[in-house]
Protein backbone atom coordinates (compact mmCIF):
# COMPACT_ATOMS: atom_id res chain seq x y z
CA UNK A 1 0.00 0.00 0.00
CA UNK A 2 1.87 2.91 -1.19
CA UNK A 3 1.71 6.46 0.84
CA UNK A 4 -0.80 9.10 -0.90
CA UNK A 5 -2.51 11.90 0.37
CA UNK A 6 -5.48 11.25 2.44
CA UNK A 7 -8.80 12.13 0.31
CA UNK A 8 -10.61 15.21 1.08
CA UNK A 9 -13.71 14.49 -0.81
CA UNK A 10 -15.00 11.07 -1.44
CA UNK A 11 -17.62 10.11 -4.10
CA UNK A 12 -19.66 6.89 -3.48
CA UNK A 13 -21.78 4.63 -6.08
CA UNK A 14 -23.82 1.73 -5.99
CA UNK A 15 -23.91 -0.49 -9.06
CA UNK A 16 -24.86 -3.60 -10.41
CA UNK A 17 -28.31 -5.57 -9.21
CA UNK A 18 -29.49 -4.02 -5.89
CA UNK A 19 -29.22 -5.70 -2.54
CA UNK A 20 -30.75 -5.49 0.52
CA UNK A 21 -28.48 -3.10 2.90
CA UNK A 22 -26.89 -0.59 -0.20
CA UNK A 23 -28.42 2.16 1.93
CA UNK A 24 -27.03 1.35 5.28
CA UNK A 25 -23.50 1.07 3.59
CA UNK A 26 -24.23 4.62 2.00
CA UNK A 27 -24.96 5.74 5.22
CA UNK A 28 -22.36 4.72 6.82
CA UNK A 29 -20.05 5.80 4.29
CA UNK A 30 -21.66 9.31 4.91
CA UNK A 31 -21.22 9.74 7.99
CA UNK A 32 -18.05 8.37 8.78
CA UNK A 33 -16.32 11.16 6.07
CA UNK A 34 -18.54 13.58 7.87
CA UNK A 35 -17.36 12.52 10.99
CA UNK A 36 -13.85 12.69 9.63
CA UNK A 37 -14.52 15.99 8.17
CA UNK A 38 -14.32 14.96 4.25
CA UNK A 39 -16.59 16.44 1.65
CA UNK A 40 -19.12 13.23 0.27
CA UNK A 41 -20.88 13.35 -2.90
CA UNK A 42 -23.14 10.73 -4.04
CA UNK A 43 -23.62 9.77 -7.80
CA UNK A 44 -26.90 8.40 -8.75
CA UNK A 45 -27.30 6.05 -11.35
CA UNK A 46 -23.86 4.00 -10.83
CA UNK A 47 -20.75 4.55 -13.37
CA UNK A 48 -23.31 5.97 -15.89
CA UNK A 49 -23.95 8.44 -13.30
CA UNK A 50 -20.47 9.46 -13.09
CA UNK A 51 -20.30 9.78 -16.96
CA UNK A 52 -23.62 11.50 -17.29
CA UNK A 53 -22.47 14.18 -13.97
CA UNK A 54 -25.67 13.10 -11.86
CA UNK A 55 -23.78 14.18 -8.84
CA UNK A 56 -24.85 15.72 -5.63
CA UNK A 57 -23.55 16.54 -2.25
CA UNK A 58 -24.53 14.67 0.67
CA UNK A 59 -24.55 15.68 4.37
CA UNK A 60 -25.47 13.62 7.77
CA UNK A 61 -29.42 14.52 7.31
CA UNK A 62 -29.73 13.16 3.53
CA UNK A 63 -29.30 9.45 5.08
CA UNK A 64 -31.43 9.54 7.74
CA UNK A 65 -34.38 7.20 8.00
CA UNK A 66 -32.82 4.72 4.80
CA UNK A 67 -30.48 2.26 7.09
CA UNK A 68 -34.28 0.07 7.02
CA UNK A 69 -34.79 0.58 3.76
CA UNK A 70 -34.46 -2.03 1.20
CA UNK A 71 -32.85 -1.34 -2.28
CA UNK A 72 -30.40 1.99 -3.11
CA UNK A 73 -31.29 5.45 -2.76
CA UNK A 74 -28.43 6.50 -4.79
CA UNK A 75 -30.15 4.24 -7.60
CA UNK A 76 -28.05 1.99 -10.28
CA UNK A 77 -27.49 0.61 -13.85
CA UNK A 78 -25.26 -1.13 -15.97
CA UNK A 79 -23.55 1.15 -18.05
CA UNK A 80 -21.55 -0.04 -21.66
CA UNK A 81 -20.01 3.58 -21.74
CA UNK A 82 -17.85 2.93 -18.66
CA UNK A 83 -16.65 -0.05 -20.66
CA UNK A 84 -14.55 2.26 -22.83
CA UNK A 85 -11.78 4.29 -22.34
CA UNK A 86 -13.24 7.48 -23.59
CA UNK A 87 -16.49 6.66 -21.01
CA UNK A 88 -13.70 5.92 -17.96
CA UNK A 89 -11.93 9.49 -19.17
CA UNK A 90 -15.33 11.50 -19.02
CA UNK A 91 -15.74 9.35 -15.45
CA UNK A 92 -12.31 11.06 -14.61
CA UNK A 93 -13.06 14.32 -15.56
CA UNK A 94 -16.86 14.57 -13.88
CA UNK A 95 -15.22 13.77 -10.69
CA UNK A 96 -12.54 16.44 -11.31
CA UNK A 97 -15.14 19.04 -11.78
CA UNK A 98 -16.88 18.33 -8.39
CA UNK A 99 -13.28 17.65 -6.64
CA UNK A 100 -13.82 13.92 -5.65
CA UNK A 101 -10.74 12.53 -5.03
CA UNK A 102 -11.55 9.28 -4.07
CA UNK A 103 -14.50 6.78 -4.59
CA UNK A 104 -16.42 4.08 -2.81
CA UNK A 105 -17.91 1.50 -4.91
CA UNK A 106 -20.74 -0.68 -3.42
CA UNK A 107 -21.46 -3.95 -5.97
CA UNK A 108 -20.21 -7.25 -6.92
CA UNK A 109 -17.60 -8.66 -8.52
CA UNK A 110 -18.35 -6.62 -12.50
CA UNK A 111 -18.72 -3.24 -10.40
CA UNK A 112 -15.03 -4.59 -8.64
CA UNK A 113 -13.58 -5.28 -12.56
CA UNK A 114 -14.30 -1.70 -13.68
CA UNK A 115 -13.49 -0.04 -10.34
CA UNK A 116 -9.88 -1.69 -10.68
CA UNK A 117 -9.41 -0.56 -14.70
CA UNK A 118 -10.37 2.85 -13.19
CA UNK A 119 -8.08 3.02 -10.50
CA UNK A 120 -5.50 1.42 -12.85
CA UNK A 121 -6.09 3.90 -15.49
CA UNK A 122 -6.10 7.39 -13.94
CA UNK A 123 -5.05 6.59 -9.98
CA UNK A 124 -7.89 7.47 -8.39
CA UNK A 125 -8.06 5.80 -5.03
CA UNK A 126 -11.15 3.23 -5.15
CA UNK A 127 -12.38 1.19 -2.06
CA UNK A 128 -15.23 -1.61 -3.01
CA UNK A 129 -18.32 -2.42 -0.34
CA UNK A 130 -19.31 -6.32 -1.12
CA UNK A 131 -23.09 -5.85 -1.85
CA UNK A 132 -25.19 -8.82 -3.75
CA UNK A 133 -27.48 -11.16 -2.93
CA UNK A 134 -25.35 -14.11 -4.60
CA UNK A 135 -22.84 -14.66 -1.92
CA UNK A 136 -19.73 -14.88 -4.94
CA UNK A 137 -17.40 -13.01 -4.03
CA UNK A 138 -13.82 -14.78 -2.03
CA UNK A 139 -12.34 -13.36 0.87
CA UNK A 140 -15.40 -12.38 2.42
CA UNK A 141 -17.42 -14.86 4.15
CA UNK A 142 -20.94 -12.77 3.39
CA UNK A 143 -22.04 -10.24 1.27
CA UNK A 144 -24.28 -7.12 1.88
CA UNK A 145 -27.86 -8.37 0.70
CA UNK A 146 -27.23 -12.37 1.20
CA UNK A 147 -28.56 -13.37 4.93
CA UNK A 148 -31.89 -10.63 3.60
CA UNK A 149 -32.39 -12.50 0.43
CA UNK A 150 -31.91 -16.06 1.94
CA UNK A 151 -34.46 -15.35 4.29
CA UNK A 152 -37.01 -14.42 1.93
CA UNK A 153 -36.42 -17.26 -0.13
CA UNK A 154 -36.89 -19.31 3.15
CA UNK A 155 -40.34 -18.35 4.21
CA UNK A 156 -41.23 -18.05 0.96
CA UNK A 157 -40.74 -22.13 0.96
CA UNK A 158 -41.72 -22.72 4.17
CA UNK A 159 -45.43 -20.99 2.75
CA UNK A 160 -44.81 -23.58 -0.29
CA UNK A 161 -43.97 -26.45 1.86
CA UNK A 162 -47.46 -26.13 3.56
CA UNK A 163 -49.14 -26.49 -0.07
CA UNK A 164 -46.92 -29.01 -0.71
CA UNK A 165 -47.76 -31.16 2.15
CA UNK A 166 -51.37 -30.45 1.83
CA UNK A 167 -51.77 -32.03 -1.72
CA UNK A 168 -48.88 -34.60 -1.98
CA UNK A 169 -47.27 -32.73 -4.55
CA UNK A 170 -43.68 -32.26 -5.46
CA UNK A 171 -42.62 -28.64 -5.88
CA UNK A 172 -39.75 -26.98 -8.15
CA UNK A 173 -38.45 -23.68 -6.56
CA UNK A 174 -36.75 -21.50 -8.26
CA UNK A 175 -34.14 -19.15 -6.65
CA UNK A 176 -31.61 -16.52 -7.97
CA UNK A 177 -27.86 -17.59 -8.61
CA UNK A 178 -26.71 -17.53 -12.22
CA UNK A 179 -23.25 -18.65 -11.46
CA UNK A 180 -24.17 -19.35 -7.44
CA UNK A 181 -25.54 -21.40 -5.97
CA UNK A 182 -25.44 -19.75 -2.11
CA UNK A 183 -28.67 -18.58 -1.92
CA UNK A 184 -30.16 -22.23 -3.04
CA UNK A 185 -27.39 -24.25 -0.65
CA UNK A 186 -28.73 -22.12 2.07
CA UNK A 187 -32.03 -21.66 1.71
CA UNK A 188 -32.48 -25.33 1.29
CA UNK A 189 -30.67 -26.23 4.70
CA UNK A 190 -32.47 -24.13 6.00
CA UNK A 191 -36.09 -24.77 4.74
CA UNK A 192 -35.59 -28.59 5.05
CA UNK A 193 -35.61 -28.99 1.03
CA UNK A 194 -34.77 -32.25 -0.13
CA UNK A 195 -32.94 -31.76 -2.76
CA UNK A 196 -30.90 -28.87 -4.51
CA UNK A 197 -29.21 -28.54 -7.99
CA UNK A 198 -26.77 -25.77 -8.24
CA UNK A 199 -24.21 -24.87 -11.08
CA UNK A 200 -20.97 -25.40 -8.68
CA UNK A 201 -22.11 -29.21 -8.97
CA UNK A 202 -23.21 -31.02 -11.83
CA UNK A 203 -25.82 -33.35 -11.33
CA UNK A 204 -28.21 -34.06 -13.96
CA UNK A 205 -31.58 -35.95 -13.91
CA UNK A 206 -30.80 -39.47 -13.02
CA UNK A 207 -29.43 -37.96 -10.10
CA UNK A 208 -32.10 -36.56 -8.94
CA UNK A 209 -34.64 -38.80 -10.56
CA UNK A 210 -32.93 -41.66 -7.87
CA UNK A 211 -32.51 -39.18 -4.82
CA UNK A 212 -36.78 -38.81 -5.67
CA UNK A 213 -36.94 -43.06 -5.63
CA UNK A 214 -35.24 -42.82 -2.43
CA UNK A 215 -37.60 -40.04 -0.92
CA UNK A 216 -40.28 -41.81 -1.97
CA UNK A 217 -40.25 -44.26 0.13
CA UNK A 218 -40.81 -41.83 3.16
CA UNK A 219 -42.42 -38.84 2.30
CA UNK A 220 -45.56 -37.82 0.95
CA UNK A 221 -44.60 -34.35 -0.52
CA UNK A 222 -41.25 -32.93 -1.74
CA UNK A 223 -39.23 -29.57 -1.99
CA UNK A 224 -36.47 -29.20 -4.69
CA UNK A 225 -34.61 -25.82 -4.91
CA UNK A 226 -33.20 -24.93 -8.20
CA UNK A 227 -30.93 -21.96 -8.86
CA UNK A 228 -31.47 -20.12 -11.74
CA UNK A 229 -28.12 -20.94 -13.37
CA UNK A 230 -28.33 -24.60 -12.65
CA UNK A 231 -26.97 -26.53 -15.80
CA UNK A 232 -30.63 -28.05 -17.06
CA UNK A 233 -31.85 -24.72 -17.45
CA UNK A 234 -33.74 -23.76 -14.48
CA UNK A 235 -36.76 -24.97 -12.65
CA UNK A 236 -39.22 -25.29 -15.17
CA UNK A 237 -37.28 -27.24 -17.42
CA UNK A 238 -36.05 -29.54 -14.37
CA UNK A 239 -40.00 -30.40 -13.90
CA UNK A 240 -40.66 -31.06 -17.28
CA UNK A 241 -37.46 -33.67 -17.56
CA UNK A 242 -38.48 -35.33 -14.64
CA UNK A 243 -42.14 -35.52 -15.21
CA UNK A 244 -41.15 -36.92 -18.76
CA UNK A 245 -39.57 -40.21 -16.76
CA UNK A 246 -40.83 -39.73 -13.31
CA UNK A 247 -44.80 -39.04 -13.05
CA UNK A 248 -45.25 -39.99 -9.13
CA UNK A 249 -46.02 -36.42 -7.78
CA UNK A 250 -48.61 -33.65 -8.58
CA UNK A 251 -45.78 -31.54 -9.89
CA UNK A 252 -45.44 -27.60 -9.86
CA UNK A 253 -43.36 -24.86 -10.21
CA UNK A 254 -42.53 -21.53 -8.40
CA UNK A 255 -39.69 -18.92 -9.73
CA UNK A 256 -39.17 -16.62 -6.81
CA UNK A 257 -37.71 -14.30 -8.90
CA UNK A 258 -37.03 -10.65 -7.95
CA UNK A 259 -38.85 -10.55 -4.69
CA UNK A 260 -35.76 -12.08 -3.67
CA UNK A 261 -33.73 -8.44 -3.74
CA UNK A 262 -36.22 -6.47 -2.22
CA UNK A 263 -37.75 -5.90 1.37
CA UNK A 264 -35.77 -4.25 4.79
CA UNK A 265 -32.34 -5.79 5.11
CA UNK A 266 -31.71 -8.28 8.32
CA UNK A 267 -29.85 -7.38 11.12
CA UNK A 268 -27.32 -9.24 9.69
CA UNK A 269 -27.11 -7.24 6.80
CA UNK A 270 -27.43 -3.82 8.71
CA UNK A 271 -24.50 -4.51 10.86
CA UNK A 272 -22.14 -5.72 7.81
CA UNK A 273 -23.08 -2.41 5.96
CA UNK A 274 -22.48 -0.50 8.55
CA UNK A 275 -18.73 -1.98 9.40
CA UNK A 276 -17.81 -1.87 6.07
CA UNK A 277 -19.09 1.15 5.02
CA UNK A 278 -16.91 2.83 8.56
CA UNK A 279 -14.33 0.77 7.27
CA UNK A 280 -14.20 1.92 3.31
CA UNK A 281 -13.70 5.40 4.36
CA UNK A 282 -11.18 4.47 6.98
CA UNK A 283 -8.66 2.28 4.50
CA UNK A 284 -9.43 5.48 1.78
CA UNK A 285 -7.86 7.93 4.45
CA UNK A 286 -4.95 5.37 5.40
CA UNK A 287 -3.76 5.42 1.58
CA UNK A 288 -5.53 2.27 0.98
CA UNK A 289 -6.46 1.72 -2.77
CA UNK A 290 -7.78 -0.74 -5.12
CA UNK A 291 -9.22 -3.38 -2.39
CA UNK A 292 -12.69 -4.78 -1.48
CA UNK A 293 -13.16 -4.44 2.35
CA UNK A 294 -14.86 -7.49 3.28
CA UNK A 295 -15.52 -9.92 6.84
CA UNK A 296 -13.86 -13.04 7.47
CA UNK A 297 -13.89 -15.22 10.70
CA UNK A 298 -15.53 -12.21 12.29
CA UNK A 299 -12.41 -9.48 11.55
CA UNK A 300 -12.49 -6.85 8.79
CA UNK A 301 -10.57 -8.04 5.78
CA UNK A 302 -8.88 -6.22 2.56
CA UNK A 303 -8.78 -8.07 -0.29
CA UNK A 304 -6.82 -6.51 -3.91
CA UNK A 305 -9.57 -6.37 -6.64
CA UNK A 306 -6.67 -8.36 -8.53
CA UNK A 307 -7.43 -11.22 -6.73
CA UNK A 308 -10.80 -11.28 -6.82
CA UNK A 309 -10.63 -10.80 -10.19
CA UNK A 310 -8.54 -14.65 -10.23
CA UNK A 311 -10.88 -16.43 -8.56
CA UNK A 312 -14.69 -17.40 -7.47
CA UNK A 313 -16.49 -18.16 -4.55
CA UNK A 314 -16.07 -22.22 -3.91
CA UNK A 315 -19.43 -23.48 -2.19
CA UNK A 316 -19.42 -24.94 1.04
CA UNK A 317 -18.94 -28.65 0.99
CA UNK A 318 -19.54 -28.92 4.29
CA UNK A 319 -23.28 -27.81 3.76
CA UNK A 320 -23.66 -29.98 0.93
CA UNK A 321 -22.70 -33.08 3.13
CA UNK A 322 -25.10 -32.12 5.52
CA UNK A 323 -27.98 -31.43 3.25
CA UNK A 324 -27.59 -35.02 1.93
CA UNK A 325 -27.84 -36.17 5.99
CA UNK A 326 -30.91 -34.32 6.62
CA UNK A 327 -33.01 -34.88 3.61
CA UNK A 328 -33.79 -38.41 4.25
Do not use: W
Amino acid sequence: MSFRPAPAHIGVLTSGGDAPGMNAAIRAVVRTARFNNLEVSGIYGGYEGLIKNEVRKLNVRDVSNIIQRGGTMLRSARSAAFRTTEGRTVAKATMDRHGMDALIVIGGDGSFAGAAIFQAEHGIPVIGIPGTIDNDLPGTDATIGFDTATNTAMEAVDRIRDTASSHDRLFFVEVMGRTCGAIALHCGIAAGAEYIMVPERPQGIDELITALENTERSKSSVIVIVAEGDEEGGAYEVARKVKARYDHYDTRVSVLGHVQRGGNPSVADRVLASLTGVAAVERLLSGGSAEMVGQANGKLVFIPFRSLLDQSQALDGELLRILGILSI
